[in-house]
């Protein structure tokens, strides 16, 4: 098994922290890349992720000079990890920001000036005593120390301090997510100030150092949660990213515990591509699921300005059949014959196109979620016999005989939108005799404990196998559906089998096969 020595340990603790933040916070960028937030949050995290492995390497150095050297660096990476942990609570949550005065001249200048310094003499002067490699040495302080302290606590302290007020300011999931982040930042802070800055500076306890990158886990855990709770990111691109963590810092403890070079750099390798390939799978999995977004968006607008578009069409096209129908039924004054047949067509036209609007409406109605269901008790049975007779003056033009059986005295009463309802079984029965060029329709309505199953036969051109899955698609249309009636359009089984499925029933067609005729199905169930 590991052999896990408090040596490890360390190294373990920053391998999963800094995969943990890094992984975050490519996440986190890739998710929104303009956003300045977005963008702080990734150079806060790898500034966090340098900060962790200077943090580790400061007291692996066996010579006065490189562990001084080490030290001075590791202060130098720290003075700008506080300010990127302020830079963070500056601008969070927005997306532009604007850097105020007060930012660019006193803020920025002193930061650099306190970077510069920790390099120097005047931060730490030099190590009398060397601590043994894996202890954390304790060198001698120069006055500068102070402004360090200074600097690194009160970009923290202010950082902290503008975020707190930002909670108060935002309202709402935005609250919440400040809140969240708030003490995520603030844990880690503390916790870091406490046992890197107070206890080495004022009690000469150095053992939690080698530690600090288990310090970043409040905020790692905090941010986290606010993603998952606010559902920040699609489920797929979350779970992408967690198994990227696993994999990733699972090939980073196999760098630790390799024991030769060959394995190490092997491993070293391996975790290198792993790192990167997780990267940029988390990367192309936000680039889709962006594009999807957008996709949806346009689809959304698709649907919008076809409504919109059927909408307006809908009373001229009403003026229009008004008039002719007027015209042909000799409101007017007598027509000639040719006339008249020229009028015909014009309202026949009408009507066609009438329907044509009003499956485009009732489809971008279902696509924008927007259909109103007036469900009532309804006696399915009574329906279906109003619809045939109806539809009787289309089946006697057509010469098809059409049947109407019932098989038993039961209730056939459903709940249903009886317009809607009605509008399906139109749309079957008509199709029945619209695709049957002779020969008969046989409507059926029966009871089967609580279902109710209409059918429609017909022994009309019927429907190849191949065809049979794609009926109810919108716009599907069968290979010889046209030669039968040209002016279909392929939507009216797609917007009966929605409204079916509102209803929570079944529609479905059998065929034995062209020519074969067809066997249109609903089923409902009985109103309790
Ligand atoms: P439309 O009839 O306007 O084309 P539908 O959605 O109502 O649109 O029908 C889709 C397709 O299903 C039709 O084009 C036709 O190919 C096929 N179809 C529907 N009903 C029948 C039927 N009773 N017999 C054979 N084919 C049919």
Known sequence: MFNLTV?????????????????????????????????????????????????YLEYKFSTPFSALWALRVHLFISVFHAFFFFQLCYVFPVEVKRFNFLYKFFVLPLTLITAILTLTPLVFENITEL??????????????????????????LTGLGVLFIKIFKSKDIEKRQTIFVFIGMLLTAFLIVMFNVVLPVTFNDLRFIPYAALFLFPLITFISYTIYKHKLFNIKVAATAILAFFITTFSFINIIFSKELNAVILNITAFTIILIGSIRLIRDMLRLEIANEKLRELDRQKSEFVSFASHQLRSPLTAMKGYASLIV????????????????????????????????????????????????????????????????????????????????????????????????????????????????????????????????????????????????????????????????????????????????????????????????????NVKA
């Open 7 to 55: 040596d490890n340990l360390d190294l373990l603790s920053v391998a999963i922290a800094i995969t943990a933040i890094g992984i975050l916070g490519f996440l986190i960028f890739f998710n929104n890349r303009k956003s300045i937030t977005n963008r702080t949050f990734l150079y806060f995290s790898l500034l966090t992720i340098i900060w962790g492995i200077s943090n």
């Open 329 to 524: 039924e000799g409101d007017y004054g007598p027509i000639s014959d040719d006339l008249k047949s020229a009028v015909s067509r014009i309202l026949e036209s009408s009507n066609t196109l009438a329907t044509v609007v009003n499956d485009y409406l009732n489809i971008s109605r279902i696509e924008l979620g927007t259909v109103k269901y007036n469900f009532k008790e309804v006696d399915e049975r009574a329906l279906v016999q109003t619809v045939i007779d109806e539809l009787r003056p289309t089946i006697k033009t057509a010469g098809l005989k059409l049947s109407f059986e019932v098989f038993s005295n039961d209730s056939y009463k459903v709940l249903a939108d009886p317009d809607q309802l009605k509008q399906v079984i139109t749309n079957i029965i008509d199709n029945s005799i619209k695709y049957t060029p002779q020969g008969s329709v046989s409507v059926s309505i029966e009871r089967k404990d609580s279902k109710i199953l209409l059918s429609v036969k017909d022994t009309g051109i019927g429907i190849a196998k191949e065809t049979i899955p794609l009926l109810f698609e919108k716009f599907s249309r069968a290979k010889g559906a046209d030669e039968v009636n040209i002016r279909g359009t392929g939507l009216g089984l797609y917007i009966a089998k929605e409204i079916i499925i509102a209803h929570g029933g079944k529609i479905w067609v059998e065929s034995e096969g062209e020519g074969k005729g067809s066997q249109f199905y609903v089923e409902l």
């Open 131 to 156: 601590a043994p490699i894996g202890q954390v040495t304790n060198p001698t302080r120069g006055p500068a120390i102070f402004l360090f302290i200074f600097v690194a606590i009160g970009l923290l």
